[in-house]
């Protein structure tokens, strides 16, 4: 058991290196020899666990996407847990202001231009339907007449904003209040809230 703490232990640490790199230089500067540098560990050691770049890309994506639905949980769990405010609290994190979410969209995008092999794929749409699924409970509570078709666009207009911000540099406050505008015109505050919870 040890040895097996051991092993994950340095896959994290590796795949913190891998997200520090994208962080500084985006997903170009990610290699075996650089991702090495950055652990302050061998290339022989990188080489044990990856065998290339592309795994320890995918490595770094399954961590930082586990991470931020720690993220969500938390956050969610800390603002009350009514469906409206969970959408909220997922499409917010989405938007990218928290620095480890920006990195998983960069690594996203450099996946999302070219064929990917099925785990690839599996992390990278992890947890979309359950979102759509969410997304259109809310707006049809809120008496949409085409509730999917409008959960579809408040989800295309966060994909849109998150690499705005993750891939051009766009001031994530500014996405957040336009992603909060159209929000509220779709699920009016109070939405989604069941009795007894606040708002």
Known sequence: MPRSVDHDARRSEIADAVLGLVAQAGTEAVSL???????GISMGRVQHYFASKDALLLHALDRSHRQMEERIETRARAAGGDDRTVLATILDELLGGHPRTRDALRIHAAFATREVDERARA????????ILALAVRVVADAGAAD???DA???????SGLS????LHGAPVERARRTLTAMLDRLVPAGVGAQPGDPG
């Open 152 to 158: 579809h666009a408040l989800l295309a207009l966060t």
């Open 123 to 130: 992390i990278l749409t992890d947890g979309d339907d359950e």
């Open 147 to 149: 509730p999917a078709t």
């Open 163 to 166: 690499s705005e911000v993750a």
């Open 33 to 39: 020899r650089s991702v090495a540098a950055e652990a």
